[in-house]
């Protein structure tokens, strides 16, 4: 059951935000073959289980959460950046990933590592028809092809025992790519952010509560070429005045022991609340 005293119909925003700049949809939306591809040559570079930088951060947050006789799903895990933490925490943890890649990957990690109290399911959340279970479901970065995210989200309220966790990361952008942008570049900036998923929420009837986890990213590179190739990559302009440009970039740059590091601020936001009938 859907609210309809909003002013907006998040669910529909959500959709429209999917698509590109240019109003298309990504093929990594719409194809399981391309987005396949993606995570086995992601994987390919990955050959062991390494958290991303902020990772142990969130992890601290969300295991505040959790207890430890509870068993948890863990929606599209990636190469599990919470997966392991989580596992050592609880009772029983069960995980669902899209990718072939991705299950495997893990399964490999889990051997590796002597964890017995894991069970991996290859498939789709959002398109898994059966209700199963569990004391929290969590799901972190994980909605970015979930089309009907209003029919994700209410499977999560409802398989759900204790409480249901959206996690993203996200803002503000680069801050040289904010600076360009007010100089009327065309950039990249993301169309979807946990601000939707809040929304969203919000239109189920669902009163959730948000928390802001600050993070910070410190990005280095071996090379200028590098820095400057890696921060240009959402500049959407066809032909740009590069040396304005590097004059940007090279505010937020500083140069230690022959390297060059870029360090910006960031966050992470946790959606949670505990399930309620709709």
């Known amino acids: 059951m859907v609210m309809t005293n909003t002013r907006y119909d998040y669910i529909e925003l959500w959709k429209e935000s999917m698509t590109d700049h240019n109003g298309n949809m990504p093929k990594r939306m719409i194809d399981d073959a391309?987005?396949?591809?993606?995570?086995?040559?992601?994987l390919e570079k990955k050959k062991q289980q390494k958290l991303d930088p902020y990772a142990q951060v969130v992890q601290r947050e969300i295991l505040s959460l959790l207890n430890g006789d509870d068993h948890v799903l863990e929606i599209g895990p990636g190469w599990g950046n919470y997966t392991f933490a989580i596992a050592e925490n609880v009772k029983r943890l069960t995980c669902i990933d899209s990718s072939k890649s991705i299950v495997q990957f893990l399964e490999s990690q889990a051997t590796a590592k002597n964890v017995y109290n894991m069970k991996l399911i290859h498939g789709k959340w959002e398109s898994e028809t059966e209700i199963e279970k569990y004391n929290v479901v969590f799901g972190f970065n994980c909605y970015y092809r979930m089309y009907d995210i209003e029919k994700a989200l209410l499977k999560m309220n409802k398989s759900a025992q204790r409480l249901a966790i959206v996690g993203m990361t996200t803002g503000p952008e680069k801050p040289h790519y904010m600076d360009l942008h007010k100089k009327g570049y065309k950039i990249n900036l993301r169309?979807?952010?946990?601000?939707?998923?809040?929304?969203?929420?919000?239109?189920?009837?669902?009163?959730?509560?948000?928390?802001?986890?600050?993070?910070?990213?410190?990005?280095?590179?071996?090379?200028?070429?590098?820095?400057?190739?890696?921060?240009?990559?959402k500049i959407l302009?066809?032909?740009?005045?590069?040396?304005?440009?590097?004059?940007?970039?090279?505010?937020?740059?500083?140069?230690?022991?022959?390297k060059f590091e870029y360090i910006y601020p960031f966050h992470a936001a946790l959606l949670y609340w505990n399930p309620i009938n709709l």
């Open 34 to 42: 391309v987005e396949e591809a993606f995570w086995s040559s992601m």
């Open 237 to 258: 302009d066809a032909h740009y005045n590069a040396n304005e440009v590097e004059m940007v970039i090279n505010r937020y740059i500083t140069e230690k022991d022959g």
């Open 191 to 233: 169309r979807r952010d946990y601000i939707h998923i809040l929304n969203v929420l919000y239109q189920l009837g669902i009163m959730a509560n948000c928390k802001i986890v600050k993070l910070q990213s410190k990005k280095s590179y071996l090379s200028y070429e590098e820095l400057i190739r890696d921060n240009t990559t």
